[in-house]
């Protein structure tokens, strides 16, 4: 009796030393944010500018609508970008980018300049854009319709990619971003080992193109973007999916902000980018 009477003591003078911690988590100051691509299309230049906003305070996106933005280019090109809504700055005209060619984006904000540069890449159209019937019984992929694509790798390594799928205009990217490089090989969605003229005889010997990860329905629309990238902006979309799949394990990276190429403490970035595209109608 006296051994469960300490015990009880013990239990309630512990429960009775536990109290809340409050942590203050600073917040560093608000810092300009840029989101913005030019590409080897002929379309207006667009870039937005925001401001960071508290880890624990997202509630409100705070634009910037009184800065200077423009863009200037190897081949000539300077293009002044006008504030047109809710943080975006646009150029009057259609502009597009030169494989080869350096584009510099300026920001003048709040008494600082703001900086990025990037080269435009180059890459070759899309060849092929297919569909094809994958049965059941085949591994771990679902039976159903599906959509690739094929095209060519340029001789020298160090080519990077995001591909942009959209099944009757709908951005399809719930697995996130589809990034690819030529270190990829055969497993590439550019599929330059599969032979696109004999896709039955290529399946019937268990040889599978990569698709684009989502089934599809005869009549659908599909339209594929393919856009030429940096390897820095790669391994930056690849930090931002890392944090933005986060889950709260021990397994998760570290909060963090991603690598960029804003100078002068920006945060986002500025890419440049080689876009080709192609699209098709789902046949049965």
Known sequence: ??????????????????????????????????????????????????????????????FVSNAEVSIVGTDGSDVNLIHSDSGYYKSEFSQQCLPGEIYSLSVMYDGQEYSASEVAPMAFPIDTIASY??????????????????????????DFYLFKAYRNDTLKDDFGSNLDS??????????????INN?????????????????VEPGDTVRVEQYAISEKYFNYIFDIEAQLGRSGTPFDPPPANPNNNINNGGLGYFSVAHKEGAEIVVDE
């Open 133 to 158: 019937y994958l049965p059941e019984n085949n591994g771990f992929i679902e039976e159903g319709y599906y959509v690739f694509i094929q095209g060519k790798e340029r001789p020298a390594k160090g």
């Open 182 to 195: 030529d270190e990829f090989g055969s497993v590439s969605f550019l599929n330059e080992d599969f032979d």
């Open 199 to 215: 896709i039955a005889s290529e399946l019937s010997k268990g040889k599978t193109p990569r698709p684009f990860p989502f089934t």
């Open 1 to 62: 009796m006296k051994k469960i009477n300490l015990i009880l003591a013990l239990v309630i003078t512990l429960s009775a030393c536990e109290r809340i911690v409050e942590l203050e988590i600073p917040s560093s100051d608000p810092t300009i944010v840029v989101e913005g691509q030019i590409t080897s299309q002929l379309e207006p230049w667009e870039i937005r500018l925001t401001v960071s906003q508290p880890y624990f305070d997202q509630s409100n996106l705070s």
